[in-house]
């Protein structure tokens, strides 16, 4: 499922770091396309003036692990849609996985 979490890079597990490097890509490749990414902005999934920004330090925290990165993205926004609500996708994450929510627990002391 598309989705940017937005939250720091760093609170998220290995699944979802790559998981959402994965759709961002994916985003980018929807949109140049031409298809409809109004369901995802309904829902407060993407807020695409954040995809390269957010692509860059998704791409900082996986070389900061060592995986492997070999996808640039360029993509310059011209639709301005969409918001994404962080501290929901925070509690969300948190509520959906052990591996995120140690994470999170560690950084916050939640
Ligand atoms: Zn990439
Ligand atoms: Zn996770």
Do not use: F
Request: hydrophobic share 30%.
């Amino acid at each position: 499922m598309t989705r940017m979490w937005g939250i720091d890079p760093a609170l998220l597990c290995r699944q979802h770091l790559l998981g959402e490097h994965n759709e961002l890509h994916k985003l980018v490749g929807s949109i140049r396309a031409g298809h409809s990414i109004e369901g995802y902005v309904e829902r407060g999934q993407v807020d695409t003036a954040r995809i390269e920004r957010r692509h860059e330090s998704l791409v900082a925290e996986m070389e900061q692990r060592g995986y492997n990165h070999a996808s640039p993205i360029s993509y310059e926004d011209t639709l301005k849609q969409g918001t994404i609500d962080e501290e929901a996708n925070l509690r969300e994450l948190s509520d959906r996985c052990p591996r995120c929510r140690a994470r999170i627990e560690e950084q916050h002391g939640l």
